[in-house]
C-alpha cells in the first residue's frame, strides 16, 4: 500500500516563486490536512479538508492555499514564497474523526526558500 | 483551545535502560491522546493511541502510556530501550481523532547512549 505519498522529498525556492506541493492519498480517506514543522514547535497545522469541495484553515494558514477537487489528493499551493516559509511540511489523511481512526503522514517535503 | 506540553527537548538513555517521556495536556472534555515517533528524516509513525477505557495502553515496539486524568498527563514508558528507538517523539491530542485536529507538542529528542 502507497498510504499518503508526498512529492517532492526536497525543493529549494527563490524568494517571490511560486510552487505546489503535492499530496496523495489511495486509503480513500475523507480527511486530509498539511502540517508544518519548525525546529522547537513540533507540527502546526496549516490548512485541512473534510471532503471533496471542502476545505478550511488551520493554526497558520497565511501564505498558503488549498484546494481539494477529489478524493485522493490535497495540494498545498505557496504563491510567493518566503523565507518565513522554510520548513518540513507534511501531509496527513484519516478516515473520519472519532474513535478509532487514525492519521496517517507522508514522508516529508523538505522546502527552502533562499 | 487544546494545548501540549513536552516538557524535555532532550533525553539521553543508556541502551537497556528504561525510559519515561513526559507529556502533559490542556484539554476541556475528555480528549484524544496519541504519541507519534519520527526517525531521521522519516515521516511520523503512530506508536499508541487513548480513547477511553482502560488507562493504560499498549502501542508498537515495546512501547505503553498512561493515561491520567488527575495530573492531565499521558507519560510514553518503555522498559528497556534499543539503539534504533533513538528519534524524535511528539504527543498530539485531538478532539476527534482525524487528520484536521491533531496539536502537536514541541517533541522531546530521544538519544540512545551505547
Known amino acids: 500500500n502507497a498510504g499518503v505519498t508526498q512529492t517532492p522529498k526536497f525543493q529549494v525556492l527563490k524568494t517571490g516563486q511560486s510552487m505546489t506541493l503535492q499530496c496523495a492519498q489511495d486509503?480513500?480517506?475523507?480527511?486530509m490536512s498539511w502540517y508544518r514543522q519548525d525546529p522547537g514547535m513540533g507540527l502546526r497545522l496549516i490548512h485541512y479538508?473534510?471532503?471533496?469541495?471542502?476545505?478550511d484553515q488551520g493554526e497558520v494558514p497565511n501564505g498558503y492555499n488549498v484546494s481539494r477537487s477529489t478524493t485522493e489528493d490535497f495540494p498545498l499551493r505557496l504563491l510567493s514564497a518566503a523565507p518565513s516559509q522554510t520548513s518540513v511540511y507534511f501531509c496527513?489523511?484519516?478516515?473520519?474523526?472519532?474513535?478509532?481512526?487514525?492519521?496517517?503522514f507522508g514522508q516529508g517535503t523538505r522546502l527552502t526558500v533562499v | 483551545a487544546q494545548s501540549v506540553t513536552q516538557p524535555d527537548i532532550h533525553i539521553t538513555v543508556s541502551e537497556g535502560a528504561s525510559l519515561e517521556l513526559r507529556c502533559n495536556y490542556s484539554?476541556?472534555?475528555?480528549?484524544?491522546l496519541f504519541w507519534y515517533v519520527q526517525s531521521p528524516g522519516q515521516g511520523l509513525q503512530l506508536l499508541l493511541k487513548?480513547?477511553?477505557?482502560?488507562?493504560l495502553v499498549q502501542g508498537i515496539k515495546g512501547f505503553e502510556a498512561e493515561f491520567k486524568r488527575s495530573q492531565s498527563s499521558f507519560n510514553l514508558r518503555k522498559p528497556s530501550v534499543h539503539w534504533s528507538d533513538a528519534a524524535e517523539y511528539f504527543c498530539?491530542?485531538?478532539?476527534?481523532?482525524?487528520?484536521?485536529?491533531?496539536?502537536f507538542g514541541k517533541g522531546t529528542h530521544l538519544i540512545i547512549q551505547p
Open positions: 496527513a489523511s484519516s478516515r473520519d474523526r472519532g474513535m478509532n481512526t487514525e492519521a496517517f
Open positions: 484539554y476541556g472534555a475528555t480528549p484524544y
Open positions: 479538508s473534510v471532503g471533496a469541495g471542502i476545505t
Open positions: 498530539a491530542v485531538d478532539s476527534g481523532g482525524g487528520a484536521d485536529g491533531l496539536t
Open positions: 487513548y480513547f477511553s477505557g482502560d488507562t
Open positions: 486509503m480513500n480517506h475523507e480527511y
